[in-house]
C-alpha cells in the first residue's frame, strides 16, 4: 500500500506559492506496474522524489508498508568525493543488505565500471554515475522500483542491459515508472496514473489512461 494522506506541495515563487498538489488524499494500487502520465510541469518528478522520500511535503505525508527504491536512473544518494565502492557500501548499510562484499562485486559488475570502481566519483565520465547509481538500486530487492526515464542511462548496451535487468524485476516486484515514451511505458507497465492539474486519477486499462493523458 501507497498513500498520500491530505498531501500538500508548493514551491516558493515571486508569484507566491507555486501549488503542485493541495491537500491531496490518493492510494496507489498495490500489485500493478504503473506508468505515470502527464503533461510537462504537471508533478511527476516531485511526485517520485515525495515517494522516495528525497523531497517532503509541506503538509500531509506519505504512507506505505513497501520498501521502494529510489527513482532509478537518477543519482540520487551518490556522493562525488566517495570512490563507486564507497558508496556502493554506504547505499547497502542504508538499506539492509546482509552481504555488503557480494553487493559491492554485482554493483562492479552491472554498472561496468572496471578500476575506476575505487576513484571519487566526481571523476567519473557523465555516463558512469548514472550507471552506477542504477547498478546500486537493481541489485537490492525492492518492493516497487519507481524508474524515471530508464532510456537516458549509459551507452545503447547498457540502456539495453539495464531493461533486461528491470523487466526481470518487474516480474517479482513492481515498477511505477515516468517516461516521455509510450512505448516503454506499454512495455513495463499495465496500467497508468494520470496528473493533471494536481489530481491524480488511476486507469486500470493502460490504454485508456494513454489516451486520456495524450487528450489532454
Same mark, same amino acid.
Given at each position: 500500500m501507497i498513500k498520500l494522506e491530505k498531501l500538500t506541495k508548493y514551491?516558493?515563487?515571486?508569484?507566491?506559492?507555486?501549488?503542485?498538489?493541495?491537500?491531496?488524499?490518493f492510494e496507489i494500487p498495490s500489485g500493478h506496474n504503473i506508468g505515470i502520465?502527464?503533461?510537462?510541469?504537471?508533478?511527476?518528478?516531485?511526485?517520485?522524489?515525495l515517494l522516495a522520500g528525497s523531497e517532503y511535503p509541506n503538509k500531509g505525508k506519505v504512507v506505505t508498508d513497501l520498501?521502494? !527504491?529510489?527513482?532509478?536512473?537518477?543519482?540520487?544518494? #551518490?556522493?562525488p568525493q566517495m570512490t563507486g565502492r564507497e558508496n556502493t557500501r554506504f547505499i547497502g548499510k542504508v538499506n539492509g543488505v546482509?552481504?555488503?562484499?557480494?553487493?559491492?562485486?554485482?554493483?562492479?559488475?552491472f554498472a561496468e565500471l572496471g578500476n575506476k570502481y575505487d576513484l571519487p566519483v566526481h571523476t567519473y565520465s557523465s555516463g558512469m554515475k548514472p550507471r552506477l547509481a542504477f547498478?546500486?538500486? #537493481?541489485?537490492?530487492?525492492?518492493?516497487?522500483?519507481? #524508474?524515471?526515464?530508464?532510456? !537516458?542511462?549509459?551507452?545503447?548496451?547498457?540502456?539495453?542491459?539495464a531493461k533486461e535487468a528491470l523487466l526481470e524485476?518487474?516480474?517479482?516486484?513492481?515498477?511505477?515508472?515516468? !517516461?516521455?515514451?509510450?512505448?516503454? #511505458?506499454?512495455q513495463f507497465c499495465d496500467s497508468a496514473i494520470v496528473l493533471h492539474k494536481g489530481e491524480l486519477t488511476f486507469y486500470n486499462d493502460l490504454e485508456q489512461g494513454i489516451a486520456e493523458y495524450q487528450a489532454l
Open positions: 514551491y516558493p515563487s515571486k508569484l507566491g506559492k507555486q501549488f503542485i498538489f493541495n491537500n491531496v488524499t502520465l502527464g503533461s510537462n510541469g504537471a508533478g511527476k518528478s516531485t511526485l517520485f522524489k520498501s521502494l !527504491s529510489w527513482p532509478v536512473a537518477l543519482t540520487t544518494g #551518490i556522493h546482509a552481504d555488503l562484499a557480494a553487493f559491492e562485486q554485482r554493483v562492479k559488475a547498478a546500486c538500486s #537493481i541489485a537490492i530487492d525492492f518492493d516497487v522500483y519507481l #524508474i524515471d526515464e530508464v532510456t !537516458s542511462v549509459g551507452d545503447a548496451n547498457f540502456r539495453r542491459k524485476r518487474s516480474e517479482k516486484a513492481n515498477v511505477i515508472m515516468v !517516461s516521455h515514451e509510450m512505448d516503454e #511505458i506499454r
